[in-house]
């Protein structure tokens, strides 16, 4: 397996712009998550889906970030309009049970100027 | 994840010594533990789990301990490598999506 597939690998914008982050989970994995991490907070909960349908995005920071999951094998983080105080790293991870490991991608290093 | 992490505390070790990496858990009430080491430039990767019903599990080259009473985990790794040069962080599962992320520890090795 390809483990868990993030794109961009590295995204820069400016302020204002729209960034739209992709995942594609381990097939067969119910459990979609997506994390931020940064040098200050380190890895933050931002929302998770199980079976494509999201179960807590109380960790979304405000309205200008936005999560869906179309279907099992692809997810999308969107943030619009973005802000410099967004740059950090941000992880999709997904997992084949509540209580099983989470599997990480290489994450997306968003900066925005 | 809860965890801050502005200044990340360092481990050195000597390559070939044993390396113990400690984290102290906030819940009695988890139930599932894993340790994950993140290389620089890529996501946590999966290195070993422990369930609450166990106290110790053994893998190739790494040991976790779980001491409950005191609500602390350990990790161990044998015969350290420089490929071992990681921050490494311990998770703890309270429920189906409390996953809580220690602030990591970073592991330097001395050649």
């Known amino acids: 397996d390809a483990g868990v597939i993030q794109s961009p690998r590295h995204e820069v914008t400016e302020m204002g712009q729209e960034v739209t982050l992709r995942c594609k989970p381990i097939?067969?994995?119910?459990?979609l998550f997506w994390y931020r991490q940064t040098m200050m907070r380190g890895l933050e909960l931002l929302i998770y889906?199980?079976?494509?349908?999201?179960?807590?995005d109380s960790g979304m920071p405000e309205d200008r970030f936005s999560a869906k999951m179309p279907n099992a094998s692809f997810s999308t983080l969107k943030i619009q309009p973005s802000e410099p105080r967004d740059s950090a790293v941000y992880f999709c991870?997904?997992?084949?049970?509540?209580?099983?490991?989470?599997?990480f991608g290489n994450g997306t290093r968003l900066t925005v100027t | 994840g809860e965890s801050v992490g502005l200044h990340l505390p360092t481990l050195s070790v000597q390559e070939g010594d044993n390396s113990i990496i400690n984290c102290a858990y906030s819940n009695s009430a988890s139930d599932y533990f894993i340790w994950y080491k993140q290389e620089s430039g890529k996501g946590p990767q999966f290195i070993i789990d422990i369930r609450s019903n166990m106290d110790k599990r053994q893998g190739q080259r790494v040991t976790v301990l779980l001491n409950k009473t005191v609500k602390h985990l350990s990790l161990q790794i044998a015969a350290t490598q420089p490929g071992d040069s990681a921050v490494y962080f311990c998770?703890?599962?309270?429920?189906?999506?409390?996953?809580?992320f220690g602030s990591g520890t970073r592991l330097s090795i001395r050649p």
């Open positions: 991870a997904s997992r084949a049970a509540e209580s099983s490991p989470l599997h």
């Open positions: 998770a703890e599962y309270s429920s189906a999506s409390k996953i809580i």
């Open positions: 097939s067969g994995h119910d459990y």
């Open positions: 889906f199980n079976n494509n349908v999201p179960i807590d």
